[in-house]
């Protein structure tokens, strides 16, 4: 293994973590753009059962996107952290 700087490695985490993060902020929009605005009150209308699933298909994505938003937002504010941290050591040095 290379030797890598614990900062190094945080910055390699984070983004891949804000990558698959703006990834399935894509897909969702993706999946959003197939939903209709307009409300049809009639029994026989049969795309409901398909904005019924397009509904779900976003209430399934909701978690993911909030796990991978603040877990790029954590590591980078452990990054900012650590950076800071080096540079008070090494200023005191």
Do not use: C, H
Not at 12 to 37: H, K, N
Not at 38 to 46: G, K, Q
Not at 63 to 76: D, I, T, V
């Amino acid at each position: 293994m290379s030797n890598l700087s614990p900062l190094e490695i945080l910055l390699i985490v984070w983004a891949v973590v804000t990558v698959l993060f703006v990834g399935v902020l894509i897909y969702r929009s993706l999946v959003a753009m197939q939903e209709e605005d307009t409300l049809i009150l009639s029994a026989a209308e049969a795309k409901m059962e398909e904005q019924r699933l397009v509904l779900t298909r976003l209430s399934q994505i909701r978690p993911y996107l909030l796990g991978l938003g603040w877990s790029s937002g954590l590591l980078l504010a452990a990054i900012l952290g650590l950076w800071v941290f080096q540079k008070l050591r090494e200023a005191s040095l």
